[in-house]
């Protein structure tokens, strides 16, 4: 059983951890069970094609969806590299079709870093800005394509030119996550999808925390998300609300003068967030 230490050593190395099992088969069914519905509602009335690409789904589904972006084993490691400023970008819920074995076989589905990333300057760590909780609902096998990262490449200047993003990569690994496991990657990680050639959906998740100072794309102004709002301030979770964009301390946080380490700095804060739920409770 890997330690909190364990993973956070293991982040800075490689630009990614797995957390195992993080998501039970009864959940993950009911999400996908959802996921006709979902397009459904989120397809624009007279569209050519159906919306698979699907946003914004915790204000569509409060409560089947919060589980997955709440969840407290994610979050408190999410604290760790970001700082108690974990706010939810997006969630993002896609089935991925089956492509034609001659399209798809021996290829990547496209290299890239993700939002907030960058292209690293020097070989040493530098905290992420963002990161992408990457979950899917069923284990990846090469039918239905696996994950494909360069360990490291978060602190390495590696580039792909745009010929050969679709062209598996001489670093990479392939990462063949179980149901429910949790790929936790680093904004500045490279990494590339696989196209799925199974016969069947890919049922996929990625769930993408940034630092609460910059914008999110998935809509937290509904009226279901303003419940959790509400749900977490009568509870002073200060976390919950952080999570949908209410950030109150984040002036005098990120503002604190800077004479103590940064992770030192974060573990005096989450537990005084800690704290405040208790004493709201």
Not at 84 to 92: K, M, Y
Not at 242 to 267: H, I, K, P, T, Y
């Amino acid at each position: 059983m890997k330690t909190l230490a364990d993973r956070i050593a293991e982040f800075k190395h490689q630009g990614y951890t797995v957390f195992e099992g993080a998501f039970s088969r009864d959940l993950m069914d009911r999400w996908i069970a959802k996921y006709p519905d979902l397009v459904a509602r989120q397809t624009p009335q007279g569209a050519a094609n159906p919306t698979l690409w699907l946003s914004s789904v915790v204000e569509y589904e409060p409560w089947l969806m919060l589980p997955a972006v709440n969840d407290p084993v994610i979050l408190d490691f999410a604290e760790r590299v970001l700082g108690p400023f974990v706010q939810l970008d997006n969630l993002t819920f896609m089935a991925f079709p089956s492509l034609p074995r001659a399209e798809a076989e021996g290829k990547a589905g496209g290299w890239h870093r993700d939002i907030w990333g960058w292209v690293p300057t020097g070989a040493d760590y530098v905290p992420p800005l963002a990161c992408n909780a990457i979950t899917y609902l069923q284990d990846l096998t090469d039918e239905n394509g696996p994950l494909r990262v360069v360990a490291g490449s978060h602190r390495d200047p590696i580039t792909v030119p745009q010929e050969l993003r679709t062209t598996p990569h001489a670093r990479e690994q392939l990462v063949y996550a179980k149901a429910g496991d949790v790929i936790f990657t680093h904004c500045a990680l490279l990494h590339a999808g696989t196209p799925n050639m199974s016969g069947r959906e890919r049922y996929f998740f990625s769930i993408y925390y940034n630092r609460s100072w910059l914008r999110h794309r998935d809509n937290h102004s509904g009226p279901n998300v303003a419940r959790i709002i509400q749900m977490a301030r009568e509870k002073n979770d200060r976390r919950l609300l952080r999570l949908f964009g209410v950030d109150e301390l984040v002036f005098r946080r990120a503002n604190s003068g800077f004479q103590v380490a940064d992770e030192e700095m974060w573990d005096r804060w989450i537990e005084e967030d800690r704290a405040a739920l208790q004493a709201g409770a």
